[in-house]
C-alpha cells in the first residue's frame, strides 16, 4: 500500500486536488450505502470510477475514503488498512489503465465499457479479498 500511494501521489499537481477530493468524497459516501443481497449486505465500491476519473491518482483517492471510514465509523478498521487499500486500489489502478486503451478501439459505447469495467473491478476486488481471506 505504501508503495502504490508514493507512486499514485508523486508529483501530483495542485489543479488536481479538487478532483481528488471529489472522488475521495463519491467512494467514501458510496461506500456507506448498503443494500441487502440475499442473507447478507454488499456495498458500493465505486473504485472502478474512481480511476477511470482519477487515473494513477486513484490510490490517494481510496487511501483516504478507507482512512476515513476507519476513523469515523470503525468500518474495516485501523489495522488492515494497508490490504484493504492495496484490494481496492489496485483493481481501480486497472480500470484507469484500461478505460482509454479500450475506448480508442471505438468498439465500444462508453456506458457499456463502463458497466462492463464496472463488472470486471468489482469481481478483481472481491477476488482479491477472497485471496487474501484465503491466505490469511
Not at 470503525?74 to 484500461?98: D, E, K, Q, R, S
Request: glycine fraction near 14%; aromatic fraction near 10%; charge should be positive.
Amino acid at each position: 500500500a505504501a508503495l502504490l500511494l508514493t507512486w499514485s501521489a508523486w508529483r501530483i499537481h495542485e489543479d488536481e486536488i479538487p478532483r481528488v477530493g471529489v472522488m475521495t468524497a463519491a467512494f467514501f459516501v458510496a461506500s456507506q450505502v448498503h443494500l441487502p443481497l440475499g442473507g447478507t449486505s454488499v456495498h458500493l465500491l465505486l473504485n472502478g470510477l474512481v480511476g477511470v476519473i482519477l487515473g494513477r491518482r486513484a490510490a490517494v483517492a481510496i487511501a483516504v475514503g478507507l482512512f476515513l471510514q476507519a476513523v469515523l465509523f470503525a468500518h474495516g478498521g485501523v489495522m488492515p488498512f494497508g490490504v484493504n487499500v492495496t484490494v481496492y486500489a489496485i483493481p481501480g489502478l486497472f480500470a484507469g489503465w484500461a478505460f482509454p486503451r479500450l475506448r480508442r478501439t471505438g468498439r465500444f459505447r462508453d456506458g457499456i465499457l463502463g458497466a462492463g469495467l464496472g463488472l470486471v473491478t468489482g469481481l478483481l476486488t472481491t477476488s482479491l479479498v477472497c485471496a487474501v481471506l484465503w491466505l490469511g
